[in-house]
């Protein structure tokens, strides 16, 4: 059984080598150690609540939307909304379907003061294949990881 120094250490070096801001990125399999590992460990969905409903989500998580559907509208509140719900010191890790606004989110997090900000890499749904699929090439889904309708 992997430690999760190492998990987070793998998370950091990749992190360092792209230059991002935040502390790390994770693979799927590697926030699924990590949330079984400790209970410190926050996941913070920031999906609309259409994808949530649509799509599928991962049991135990918080929502806080990046953008609102339809039409991705930013949301004006999620700084404060972050704020006011995880706590600076928990080591928390941003999903959505792909990457992309996770991405966004932890490099906020690491802005507003977050210690222990992370990305989950691949998504909830992974990228799409040539037809435009998702859940086929990489992501949470894919890898067989909990999650429910």
Same mark, same amino acid.
């Given at each position: 059984?992997e430690a999760?120094s190492e998990?987070?250490?793998?998370? #950091? #070096?990749?992190?360092?080598? +792209?230059g991002? +801001?935040y +502390? ?7 926030v ?13 969905d ?5 994808e ?8 135990n998580?918080i929502?806080i939307?990046w953008?609102f ?7 004006p509140d999620?700084a404060?909304?972050?704020?006011m719900?995880i706590? #600076? ?10 990457g992309g606004r996770?991405h966004n989110s932890?490099?906020?997090?690491a +802005?507003?003061?977050?210690t222990e900000a992370?990305?989950m890499?691949e998504?909830?749904e992974?990228?799409?294949?040539a037809e435009r699929?998702?859940?086929l090439i990489?992501g949470?889904?894919h ?6 309708n």
């Amino acid at each position: 059984m992997e430690a999760i120094s190492e998990i987070l250490g793998r998370a #950091k #070096k990749r992190a360092e080598q +792209s230059g991002l +801001s935040y +502390s790390g990125a994770l693979t799927p399999h590697e926030v699924y150690d990590v949330l079984q590992k400790t209970e410190h460990a926050v996941l913070v969905d920031v999906r609309t609540h259409a994808e949530l409903a649509l799509v599928g989500q991962v049991p135990n998580t918080i929502s806080i939307e990046w953008a609102f559907y339809p039409g991705m509208v930013a949301n004006p509140d999620f700084a404060k909304h972050l704020e006011m719900q995880i706590d #600076k010191e928990a080591l928390v890790i941003f999903m959505c379907r792909t990457g992309g606004r996770s991405h966004n989110s932890a490099a906020l997090a690491a +802005s507003l003061g977050f210690t222990e900000a992370y990305n989950m890499l691949e998504g909830f749904e992974g990228e799409a294949n040539a037809e435009r699929q998702r859940t086929l090439i990489n992501g949470w889904r894919h890898a067989g990881l909990p999650w429910h309708n």
